[in-house]
């Protein structure tokens, strides 16, 4: 029995989908893509190497990768207000003689932080668009980073982080400023914060090569402290409805085990008729598209 030609271009085609994908996007032609079909095919020949050297990275100097100066001063708002926070709950602790509830504390906030980092990216993945008052713009950047997921990496540090830090600065300076004897809520509030400010760094970091993050990182990825590349991973693959959490990851099992957003999603639904995207896809808005050279699901 013969194969036909084609049954192997198919066939092929599928074993390197995403390879595939972005070419035929970029309307790039390659000869492997277009292998003449009388030609006896060869799979050695069709194999698309990643290293390929036709493709350049996905403009790398594209100055909205870039970090602006007000945007690096945002974070350096956020990030002394957080070591404020820190540096209190140390300062009352000292005072205090009170040690292990600070550090609790500390620790719930970083707990606090994944479930958080959880149910905003769950809210801003499933409903609103690019005009939603207030949340718009990181709506239309989480769509964004689900259509081309390894941009992120090649953000700048500030660029990346900004919006949250932003948003820390506003809402957790005026606590510093109210409870800043308190070492319990302010060692909740310093690492809360600072994680949620962080977990852009954190989901940047899911994304990267092992080979290319810092060994450190690594670690704590693989032990659990930083949420892991694999984890992270399943976020970016169907169904696109789990794996939202991306500071630590912890509560990523609990939430999608006991359908959790799911759950929130009737309620939505059958409250305020309003349909989740995850309910309508895989769609184009969603699937990936992904680069020859992509360390995204490298894992
Ligand atoms: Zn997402
Ligand atoms: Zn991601």
């Keep these: 029995m013969s194969i036909l030609p084609n049954h192997h271009h198919h066939h092929h085609a599928a074993t390197i989908g995403r390879h595939y994908h972005y070419r035929h996007h970029n309307h790039r032609i390659y000869a492997a893509a277009t292998t003449p079909t009388k030609i006896k095919p060869n799979l050695e020949k069709l194999i698309i190497k990643p290293t390929t050297p036709f493709v350049t990275p996905p403009k790398l100097d594209d ?37 292990v509830e600070p550090i609790l504390s ?9 479930l958080g980092s959880g149910v905003y990216h769950w809210g801003i993945d499933n409903y609103g668009d690019a005009s939603t008052p207030v949340f718009g713009s990181q709506i239309d950047a989480f769509q964004g980073h689900h259509k081309w997921p390894w941009t992120i990496t090649k953000r700048q540090f500030a660029n990346n982080l900004h919006a949250l830090a932003r948003v820390i600065t506003y809402t957790v300076l005026p606590v ?3 409870w800043h004897d308190q070492p319990v809520v302010m060692g909740f509030v310093g690492m809360a914060s600072g994680c949620i400010m962080f977990s852009q760094q954190f989901h940047a970091w899911a ?3 092992k080979s290319k993050l810092p060994p450190l990182v690594v670690a704590l990825q693989d032990s659990g402290v930083l949420v892991s590349r694999s984890q992270h991973a399943a976020h970016h693959r169907p169904p696109y409805n789990n794996n939202y959490c991306i500071v630590s990851g ?50």
């Design 63 to 99: 100055p909205s990768l870039k970090s602006t100066w007000p945007q690096r001063a945002w974070v350096a708002t956020g990030c002394t207000t957080v070591l404020a926070s820190l540096a209190a709950s140390l300062v009352g602790s000292v005072d205090s003689h009170i040690w």
């Design 207 to 209: 994304h990267g090569t």
């Design 106 to 114: 500390g620790f719930a906030g970083y707990l606090f932080a994944d």
């Design 250 to 299: 912890v509560w990523n099992r609990v939430l999608d085990e006991n359908k959790v957003f799911e759950a929130l999603e009737m309620v939505f639904f059958f409250k305020l008729g309003r349909r989740p995207r995850s309910w309508s896809e895989p769609n184009s808005d969603w699937t990936e598209e992904l680069p020859e050279d992509s360390p995204a699901m490298d894992n």
């Design 176 to 178: 510093d400023l109210i």
